[in-house]
């Protein structure tokens, strides 16, 4: 693995590079672009990907969002689903600018909220060959409809009064408000996707001193809450996407959404007993999730040569 940085625009993107074990220099290798999930950072759930891909064969590029982790950007602890799409486009051009990747053999895995970054981003970037969404979350209909996306769209109205609210209060002066990814403190209400996302992020499970389970309230819940990641998918998705999910997820919803709505090549692929979580670092389910996506992106960034 090689720690690097790639350029965004005016932002430094910080990443880490996996090679497989046989790794030549002046080989030409098919690449995948990890994507990790909102709250994240590359050396979690998208570190581990690119590494067990790495040693299936592939060049794997885990990175931290811009306004996030090591990566540049201002105001930190952004979430802005335009940019994590625009950040997934800028790792495909760096991939593009090595000499031992193939340049139209690229394809990008993506894992809860970054699955849905990496749908929106190859919708557009048909750089991008194939895609994996693992425990996908398509996070503004998540945000506006909860987790188990009970709710309609207009349940969202109250938290953007309460914004609209905050934005006065913060442009007279008062300090910038934040919100938790996932929650701090668990009740009898919390989905138990999750109560286990926070052993995941806030326990020695994976913590991560770059993850800080926080966000901007006002800059992020009103770029999240207008997204759809799945926007047009059923015209601009013509790439082949393997959608991997657990039967026990609340959140396996999007991912059979995705499934309907896609036109093109697709599979779905539900892993009796596995909950939303289980994907980011239980054996069992990394590997399956793995061993769906190693033939499929072998068959669908094959060498045409």
């Known amino acids: 693995m090689e720690a690097i940085t790639f350029p965004n625009g005016p932002i430094s993107m910080a990443g880490n590079l996996y090679f497989p074990a046989d790794f030549d220099p002046k080989g030409s290798y098919a690449a995948i672009v990890a994507i990790h999930p909102g709250g994240g950072v590359k050396e979690q759930a998208a570190g581990l990907y690119a590494s067990k891909l790495a040693e299936q064969g592939f060049v794997a590029l885990a990175f931290d969002a811009s306004y996030q982790g090591d990566s540049g950007g201002e105001p930190r602890h952004l979430e802005d689903p335009a940019a994590r799409v625009d950040d997934v486009r800028a790792a495909v051009d760096h991939l593009q600018s090595?000499?031992?990747?193939?340049?139209?053999?690229?394809?990008?895995?993506?894992?809860?909220a970054g699955g849905g970054y990496a749908i929106n981003a190859a919708m557009t970037d048909h750089r991008i060959k194939a895609i994996t969404m693992v425990s996908g979350l398509n996070i503004g209909t998540s945000f506006r409809r909860n987790w188990f996306g009970t709710d309609p769209d207009s349940a969202a109205v109250p938290t953007l009064q309460a914004?609209?609210?905050?934005?006065?209060?913060e442009a007279q002066?008062?300090?910038?408000?934040?919100?938790?990814?996932?929650?701090?403190e668990p009740d009898e209400n919390t989905p138990p996707d999750l109560v286990e996302a926070r052993d995941y992020y806030l326990t020695p499970r994976a913590q991560h001193p770059?993850?800080?389970n926080k966000f901007l309230f006002t800059k992020s819940v009103s770029r999240i809450f207008t997204f759809d990641a799945f926007h047009m998918v059923e015209d601009l998705l013509t790439q082949p996407v393997l959608i991997v999910a657990g039967s026990e997820a609340g959140s396996l919803w999007m991912s059979t959404e995705l499934h309907s709505r896609v036109r093109g090549p697709k599979k779905l692929v539900v892993v009796d007993g596995g909950t939303h979580m289980d994907f980011y670092d239980v054996p069992k389910y990394v590997?399956?999730?793995?061993?769906?996506?190693t033939p499929f992106f072998e068959e669908n960034l094959a060498s045409q040569s």
Not at 106 to 112: E, F, K, P, Q, R
Not at 163 to 169: C, I, K, N
Not at 173 to 184: D, F, K, S
Request: proline share 7%; charged share 25%.
């Open 98 to 112: 090595l000499d031992y990747v193939d340049a139209e053999r690229i394809g990008a895995a993506g894992i809860c």
């Open 163 to 169: 914004l609209a609210q905050q934005r006065t209060a």
């Open 173 to 184: 002066g008062a300090e910038p408000a934040y919100l938790p990814y996932v929650p701090a």
């Open 210 to 212: 770059n993850a800080k």
């Open 287 to 293: 590997d399956r999730a793995v061993e769906e996506a």
